[in-house]
């Protein structure tokens, strides 16, 4: 049986637009809670909000937007930013997500190579001065004609939909659902980041059956701490709450546990979402115990691989028994394979679910592009209606990316079993070969999460002469746990093969990460090489 699995679903994929189906929602919960930007003080009714995005799409028409315009979006979790997310829907904008941890060369490529017309940007982030970065790049791109700050009298301008006297309605009829609608620039371990190109189709859909395997309804109330410019928070969280008319709640403008769990009580959230380092700094947190998690029941724990121990604990002390885990990349819209809320332990703690409904699957050799057979590990590739449209102008990048067949390839190891449950064994990159063994860095991690001392670890591969590369684990240990080199060791001697267990082992606070939670191996790797004086055997050319 070979490694291809399609979500075949009674359910069809919505052909509308993103705001005919949030239109749809407003009509049939009009009184149900849209929003809660808990930090904020901020509370609509999806009646009120739908008036305030028609207001805001109206303001950037009649200040002279038009259909395809790119808008740069730059800020973290405020409700002018899902605000700006529905309207530029609305109005046929291209909604350009810029990461609110990107600085003034990063902003100006992105705002550059995308084209954008407008930046609608917060003042100020944890002492970053905004205002100061758009100034300053202004100057060398010409397309960019106009910056709106939250919180000013520009922005209470345009969001009060002065001087609009056309039809918004009528033109939402004239948009199409396979319209370009967002931008997501993913960034590799070299070169520029990439634009990735969605549709209304493509994360429309993904939110709305996202939801439907969460069983959302308008009872739901949904705690989104992820950051919004990236997939997890305006895909996962937005679109799947108002495709199904649950209630979007966001604890703070960027991560902070307290405020996550603080709002989870009193806000009595019935979903949870995070990366699990997330779920790791909330569990650890020295005010767990103060608040009531008697609401929740389901979430969605993805961004990086999923620690079983991490999960367990999240059903246990959390009580989120529906916990479900979701996979894919800002590529495929984003999620193309989740766990469901009922799950046995070990489907749910060890794998990232099966095929999406509407979806294609499969998982190939590298070299060969051959369909690999069940069990066998090799390259995840997906092809469907969550495909990208391509990268922002960018042909060829597109090319290697999406194949003749329009199958998307990830760079994501993974085997798939005989009820078509997908596990993630690492990336092709991130493949350890130890003196010709392959040897997957998830294996290793899933063993060490099982000694009582251990609250994260990640294992990666360093430059080795004798062996080509050798492996090495970096350790962060629980709060109060005394944990030594040698005891790592000695608790991998004779539970697993003798070529597994780290050569290296590395104790430390915090690993190297993104802003939404991705650990940055390649950055270990190069203080790795450093720090253990490994330049030597780096540069020894192999075949």
Not at 271 to 294: C, K, N, Q
Not at 374 to 388: H, I, K, S
Not at 465 to 485: N, Q
């Amino acid at each position: 049986m070979l490694s291809y699995a399609h979500g075949a679903h009674s359910e069809p994929l919505l052909g509308e637009t993103i705001g005919h189906n949030l239109e749809r929602t407003i009509a049939r919960v009009p009184d149900s809670e849209a929003l809660v930007s808990y930090q904020q003080g901020v509370r609509y009714t999806y009646a009120e909000f739908g008036e305030a995005v028609d207001r805001l799409a109206g303001g950037m028409l009649a200040a002279g937007l038009r259909r395809g315009d790119r808008v740069g979006v730059w800020g973290p979790n405020r409700a002018e930013w899902v605000l700006t997310q529905y309207a530029t829907a609305k109005a046929g904008l291209i909604m350009v997500n810029i990461n609110p941890a990107y600085r003034v060369a990063e902003l100006q490529y992105a705002l550059g190579q995308s084209g954008c017309r407008w930046i609608i940007s917060t003042q100020e982030l944890k002492g970053s001065d905004f205002v100061a970065m758009v100034d300053q790049v202004r100057a060398d791109l010409p397309s960019l004609e106009r910056a709106v700050f939250f919180q000013t009298s520009d922005w209470e301008q345009i969001a009060s939909g002065e001087g609009f006297t056309g039809d918004l309605r009528a033109l939402g009829d004239e948009l199409d659902f396979d319209d370009p609608i967002n931008i997501q620039y993913t960034s590799g371990t070299t070169g520029f980041p990439k634009g990735a190109t969605l549709t209304h189709h493509n994360i429309l859909n993904n939110g709305y059956f996202i939801g439907g395997l969460l069983g959302y309804t308008e009872k739901d109330r949904i705690c989104i701490p992820v950051p919004l410019y990236h997939c997890f928070g305006m895909v996962l969280g937005n679109l799947a709450a108002t495709a199904r008319g649950a209630c979007m709640v966001y604890p703070a403008e960027t991560f902070d546990p307290a405020a996550t769990l603080e709002a989870c009580d009193r806000e009595r959230c019935t979903s949870l979402y995070g990366v699990p380092t997330m779920f790791i700094a909330e569990l650890g947190h020295e005010r767990f115990s103060e608040f009531d998690y008697g609401a929740l029941r389901t979430g969605i724990m993805a961004g990086s691989p999923c620690p079983v121990e991490v999960m367990k604990r999240v059903m246990t002390d959390m009580g989120i028994e529906e916990m479900s885990i979701a996979f894919g990349m800002t590529e495929t819209s984003p999620v193309t394979t989740q766990t469901g809320r009922v799950e046995t332990i070990e489907n749910r703690c060890a794998t990232v679910g099966q095929v999406h409904p509407h979806v294609e699957i499969k998982i190939v050799d590298p070299d060969t592009g051959k369909t690999v057979p069940r069990g066998q590990p090799g390259e995840f590739l997906a092809r469907g209606y969550v495909v990208m449209q391509g990268y922002w102008n960018d042909p060829e990048r597109t090319t290697d990316a999406i194949d003749a067949q329009r199958w998307m390839h990830t760079g994501d190891l993974a085997t798939m079993d005989e009820d078509g449950y997908v596990r993630i064994v690492g990336r092709i990159k991130d493949m350890v070969i130890r003196g010709g063994e392959n040897v997957y860095p998830r294996e290793i991690e899933e063993f060490l999460y099982t000694h009582p001392s251990v609250a994260d670890v990640q294992v990666i591969g360093v430059p080795d002469e004798r062996y080509g590369e050798e492996l090495m684990a970096w350790i962060i240990a629980r709060p109060g746990a005394s944990l030594t080199e040698d005891q790592v060791k000695e608790f991998c001697k004779g539970r697993i093969a003798h070529y597994k267990i780290p050569r290296y082992v590395k104790l430390v606070d915090s690993f190297p990460m993104t802003v939404t939670g991705k650990v940055q191996k390649f950055k270990m790797r190069e203080v790795a090489t450093e720090e253990l004086g490994l330049a030597g055997a780096a540069s020894v050319v192999t075949a």
